[in-house]
């Protein structure tokens, strides 16, 4: 009967083992999926006066190959691959973008200064004018395709961040369910359930896809899973779920909490895999174009702006005169948003544009950084500025006083109490929204092209000094020049002599502040607004005359001006100058969008290749050999054959005792 007995357990056995074995090749391809193995164990001898008679086999239990170590390398490959695949995917596009020959904004900035470098040479000529305002409108018209098209990417970065928060609470779930299922099976006596225990590994593997994830095992089997820094997700099987929604510093920013908490996640803490590659995405590469377009647009638009406002335009108005159009681009004031959680009363009195600078050249600039600012508000209504890009104070003040700060002033109304914040993005839409003036484009005699000064040597001068056409600054008076003209002379405006100094010199004299002045050579004039150049050469009498440009048609002098700041450096000055022109700031934007984009791509792909080995040290361990399992089928088959042949031989016997009794 011990023959039949083991007999039965050599078949049960090899048919457990053909049934693990075909359960593997059924699951080759299955995602996550670990190779099992049948562990068998000798039974009990049966012990009889001879020793110990063997009683067969039986299988222990079920094991599936595999490596703690190896799968939590292949979690960490997979979330930074993720991580560099969705970075690189997005910033491909704003590099794609930016750097197109043709729609980026290098053409059309410079066909604009080909425009005014036809009005110069053509002042009266309306069809130039036209033109150059027509070549503004393209040029605008593509600032705000270009901010339109960032936009979008800043829509689609929110709407990713809300669906993936979403899988990433559903993997959670899914995994606190398999960890309820694990405990109960494995609590209540039973053996090890592997194929459970590898559905939960890959909801471990398909998480970090989205979010880099740890894991912690509990004495019962169940694993508690922590995003990023340490953020819960999964408790035994319970959920911590977490929501996508509006900054309160910047509603139209979509930041991750936990689920019910006022708390913000900042976005460092959740790191790795898509959601990792979004934050990085948007806050290195996103904002930056952002603010950088638009700090473009803003220094295009003000020192423009500030070179026709000192030009006269060709039905002869001047700054201060009725009809007169000071601003050729129209763009909006500085971007701030009050947080939401702000408890004071207190708000933005105003935030506004710095006028641009002058510097020695004469050039105007601005003192714009691009960067984003934090205002924090301590008690008695004082109040701290930060600048974002480099995590600089950069001005502290008290509401109610306005402060002056990288080309901005900003001043706050009184109310405010202590932790009050405002985020402010002084560059963030202007590229949206700048445009060409109406006026200017419903009327292109309204171009300010000429100078309001000109200057006129008398008839009768004996020397051969010159006297510039001279310039004027903000803030000049034309009234200061505007003088009729005064026996003898014929010549109106304000009349300037060579006259002898008392002591064997020379001196500029006239009706004007600071006046005389010595002339020894070479000399410059300055009062009031107005600036001018009197070579060598001038003798006793000689007589020049300022006055303003009446029928200057022909003059190109203020057209010139606005021409020159294509190549003068206008953005991101100092106190004394500019650094950078319009080409050579969009050339670095493009310039690092492109390397970050190249070296995502670079990174991506040596991540791919680690996530591959990876993969292969673990499915070395874990994967399923079809081979190896082919000859695992042999093998039992043989030995269940062998078994049954045994079975047989019992059957045989037993009859045969069975027939002696007969």
């Known amino acids: 009967m011990s023959l039949l007995n083991t007999g039965v357990t050599a078949l049960n056995t090899a048919q457990l083992g053909l049934a693990t074995t075909q359960h593997n090749i059924a699951n080759a391809n299955t995602a996550g999926y670990s190779r099992q193995t049948i562990m068998q164990a000798v039974n009990v001898p049966m012990m009889t006066g001879a020793g110990a008679i063997g009683m067969g086999v039986h299988v222990a239990t079920v094991v599936r190959s595999y490596s703690a170590v190896l799968q939590n390398q292949v979690n960490s490959a997979q979330s930074k691959s993720s991580e560099l695949d969705t970075y690189h995917s997005m910033i491909a596009r704003i590099d794609n973008l930016l750097a197109d020959s043709t729609s980026g904004i290098s053409p059309t900035l410079a066909s604009f200064f080909q425009g005014v470098q036809d009005v110069a040479a053509n002042p009266n000529l309306i069809s130039a004018r036209q033109s150059m305002a027509s070549s503004a409108q393209a040029l605008v018209t593509r600032f705000q395709t270009l901010e339109r098209r960032l936009a979008e990417l800043h829509d689609e970065t929110n709407g990713r961040i809300r669906d993936t928060v979403g899988l990433i609470n559903s993997y959670s779930k899914q995994i606190a369910l398999l960890n309820e299922k694990i405990v109960a099976l494995s609590t209540s006596g039973q053996h090890t359930p592997n194929d459970l225990l590898d559905q939960r ?53 979509y ?30 590469a996103l904002d930056q174009a952002s603010n950088a377009l638009g700090h473009m647009a803003a220094s295009l638009a003000l020192t423009v702006n500030a070179q026709q406002a000192l030009g006269q335009d060709l039905l002869g108005n001047v700054l201060g005169q009725v009809g007169f159009v000071s601003r050729f681009f129209d763009i909006t004031a500085p971007k701030a948003v009050e947080n939401t959680m702000n408890t004071g009363t207190g708000g933005i009195a105003s935030f506004t544009f710095d006028p641009p600078q002058q510097s020695a050249a004469g050039n105007f600039y601005t003192q714009l950084t691009g960067s984003d600012y934090e205002v924090r508000f301590t008690a008695g209504g004082n109040f701290t500025v930060r600048r974002l890009s480099d995590d600089a104070i950069v001005a502290s003040g ?27 993005q002084p560059t963030r839409e202007i590229a949206r929204n700048i445009t060409v003036n109406q006026e200017i484009a419903g009327d292109v005699r309204r171009i300010a092209a000429a100078a309001p000064v000109r200057t006129v040597p008398g008839t009768a001068n004996t020397g051969t000094a010159i006297l510039s056409q001279g310039e004027v600054a903000p803030g000049y008076n034309l009234a200061m020049i505007d003088l009729p003209p005064v026996l003898p002379d014929t010549q109106p405006g304000l009349k300037l002599t060579i006259e002898d100094d008392g002591s064997g010199g020379l001196q500029i004299n006239g009706a004007f502040p600071g006046a005389p002045i010595a002339y020894t050579g070479a000399t410059t004039i300055n009062f009031g607004g107005f600036s001018f150049s009197i070579s060598a050469g001038g003798r006793e009498n000689d007589v020049f005359f300022i006055q303003p440009n009446t029928n200057g048609v022909a003059d190109a002098r203020n057209i010139v001006k606005i021409g020159t700041l294509q190549t003068a450096n206008t953005m991101s000055g100092n ?49 399923v050999n079809l081979d ?30 069975l027939s002696i009794g007969r």
């Open 398 to 424: 008290t509401e109610g006083t306005a402060v002056n700060f990288d080309g901005l002033t900003l001043d706050f109304s009184t109310g405010h109490a202590a932790g009050d914040t405002y985020f402010l």
């Open 628 to 657: 190896e399992e082919a000859a695992n089928l042999i093998k039992y088959q043989q030995a269940y054959q062998a078994a049954a042949k045994m079975m047989n031989t019992a059957s045989v016997l037993f009859d045969a005792l």
């Open 575 to 623: 106190s004394t100058a500019g650094t950078a022109t319009f080409q050579v700031s969009y050339a670095q934007l493009v310039s690092d969008i492109g390397t970050k984009t190249k070296t995502a791509l670079v990174d991506g792909k040596a991540q791919t290749t680690v996530l591959e080995q990876a993969l292969a040290a673990r499915d070395a361990v874990s994967g």
């Open 255 to 284: 930041v991750v909490a936990q689920q019910g908490s006022i708390a913000e996640l900042p976005e460092n803490y959740l790191d790795g895999g898509e959601l990792g590659g979004l934050f990085s995405f948007r806050n290195q």
């Open 201 to 253: 590994d890959q909801m471990v593997l398909e998480l970090n896809k989205l979010v880099r994830v740890s894991t912690v095992q509990d004495s019962q089997g169940a694993i508690n899973v922590f995003a990023g820094m340490g953020q819960q997700l999964v408790v035994g099987n319970q959920v911590v779920p977490l929501e996508a929604r509006p900054s309160t510093r910047d509603p139209e920013r």
